[in-house]
């Protein structure tokens, strides 16, 4: 099992802004429509921010491994990754 955490702060700093700004006299005047809109496009920013640290994490851990054909020869280039995501 790694020990190893998601950058610290990285949905910190959003999440500060975003309480602030719902603290805000113009967001505490605004439609629900509106802050409704504002909540959803900061969610979607934070989750997009967690995957990407996600990803990183995943990235950071990748253990790299010496390769040796059945030649005997050693290969030391790296190929582009055979998982796939999905769009």
């Not at 020990?3 to 959003?14: E, S």
């Not at 602030?20 to 113009?26: C, D």
């Not at 990803?55 to 040796?68: C, S």
Request: glycine content about 6%; hydrophobic content about 40%; proline content about 1%.
């Amino acid at each position: 099992m790694y020990r190893v955490a998601l950058q610290k702060g990285i949905t910190d700093d959003l999440g500060g802004e975003v309480e602030e700004r719902l603290k805000s006299k113009e967001m505490l005047k605004a439609e629900h429509q509106e802050l409704e809109v504002y909540v959803e496009q900061q969610g979607r920013e934070w989750a997009r921010r967690m995957l990407e640290a996600q990803f990183a994490l995943r990235a950071a851990l990748e253990e790299h491994v010496e390769v040796v054909g059945v030649d005997k020869v050693k290969r030391p280039f790296a190929r582009d990754s055979e998982r796939r995501m999905r769009r």
